[in-house]
Every structure is written in structure tokens, then in C-alpha cells.
């Protein structure tokens, strides 16, 4: 999602730096982008030549503090880990001028409490981008509950700058998006592991006769099933709702490493598939 949100400013002008844990790992999204602003071009999106214009525009950095002492705007874009989050906010709280907005692009955890760690509650705020970034319209923003109006009018602001389309929600645990996704997949995973249809025929039927673009299973493969599980998670935790917990095929699954298309194997296999047919896992054949 890093990538994808360092791409989108990018192209549209705005200088953007990337910060990650490793040299490796910088390398790696400096290369996705390469690969997406290939798509751009030749879908004619973007020009050719636009493709050098807008790599010039993102630096990399491993060292956080140079990444971000000048910022107007962070978007915090780890891991689906509250610790990890929260740490990294009061870092992020101390490093940055005090006019800088933070904002997460947690798909769950509360923007409050994230907010809460640090000692501009005001100025702290969800910016939730849908993957793939450079594709897909809609930003959640979040409001905290502290979340200034001039904070939320500034991202929302940005993200049609972006020529995204920005919702205003509020922060209740999954928010608009994955409150409602989650439990559908979830609902899914229950009916393959309950045994009323194969992987394939989920998919299908949710395909043809819902009229989604892709199945809930191979969403929730290309989701990644731990990030699935993380949501799920702190919906339950926060909702007190037991039709919020997660499927026991879903746990296992993660706990045992198939996480989806980031591991090369969830419910479907995808070291064996094609581009043009999905063969679902083992397991489920």
C-alpha cells in the first residue's frame, strides 16, 4: 500500500518520501511502482515521459527522521498492528514540525487511539486508500475523535487532488469499508468450511449472480488472509458481537503460513495458476 500511495502523489506532483525498514525493502516498492507506471502507459493513462518525471519526484529513506522532518503530511502505511502503529505515531509526533498532519491508512484500528499517543490528537486522521492505489477511487477518511474540522477539510481536500473520491466517516472499529467486507468474507470462508460448496463455487456464484468483479476467496487472498484475521479481530474485540468472529479455517490457515497471494498459497495455489485460471489450493480441490 506504501508504494501505492507514494505513486499516486507522485504523479500528481507532490514530493513525496518513502521511508521503510530496509534498503531491500525500498527497492522492492520503488520497483512495483515502475511496474505500475508501466500499466499506466500502456493503458495511456500517462505519458512515457511522464514515467522519469514522476520516479524523480519520490526519495527513499531507511532513517525516519530524514524522511519525515520537513513534512507536511505523513501517511503511516505498516503493518495491521496496533503496537507497531502506536509507537510508530509517537515517533512520528516527536520528528515532524508541529503544523504536520499524521495520518493512517489503517483499514481498522481506531483513529482515536492512535491519536491519543500523541500531542497533536487534533491534526491526527484515517486516510484509508483501497489497493490497488493507483487504480481504485475511494479514500475513507476517518475523523478521531479529536480530529480537527481543518485537518479533515485539508485530506479531504487532498485526496480530490488526487482525483480520489473521499468519504467522511467516523471511527467505530472496521469503518465503513471492511465492516461491511469482512463479514461477507468471513460468511464465505464459514460456508466452505461448513462444506455447503467448494472454493470455485463461492466464488462463482458471488461473481455471476452478485456482479462482483472477484469472488470473496480470492479477495480475501489478495487482501492477504492475516490482514483479513487482523480486522476481523478488532471488530470483534471492539464490537462485543460474536457474528464478528473470525472463521477457525481462517485461523488456521494464517497461523499455518498460507496467507494468500503474498505467500503463494490461501484458497487458491498461485505458484501453479496462470493469469488465466485460478486453481484453488490442495486442500480444497
Known sequence: MGNGIAHVF?????????????????????????????????????????????????????????????????????????????????????????????????????????????????????????NPVPVMKLVEVINGYATSKETTATIMETARKLEKIPVEVNDYPGFVANRILMPMINESIYTLFEGVAGVTEIDTVMKLGMAHPMGPLQLADFIGLDVCLAILRVMHEGLGNPKYAPCPLLVNMVEAGHKGVKTGIGFYNYTKSGKDKLIPADRFL
Open 10 to 130: 507522485a504523479q500528481f506532483g507532490y514530493e513525496v518520501s518513502l521511508c521503510d525498514v530496509s534498503a531491500g525493502a525500498l527497492e522492492a516498492g520503488l520497483k512495483n511502482i515502475q511496474q505500475n507506471l508501466d500499466r499506466q502507459i500502456k493503458k495511456e493513462i500517462i505519458k512515457p515521459e511522464q514515467k522519469s518525471q514522476i520516479l524523480s519526484k519520490i526519495l527513499t529513506f531507511t532513517v525516519l527522521n530524514d524522511a519525515v522532518k520537513n513534512a507536511d503530511l505523513v501517511i503511516e502505511a505498516a503493518t495491521e498492528n496496533q503496537d507497531i502503529k502506536l509507537n510508530l505515531f509517537r515517533e512520528l509526533d516527536a520528528l515532524t514540525p508541529p503544523s504536520c498532519i499524521l495520518a493512517s491508512n489503517t483499514s481498522s484500528i481506531s483513529i482515536t487511539k492512535i491519536a491519543a499517543s500523541t500531542k497533536r490528537p487534533d491534526k491526527v486522521i484515517g486516510m484509508h486508500f483501497m
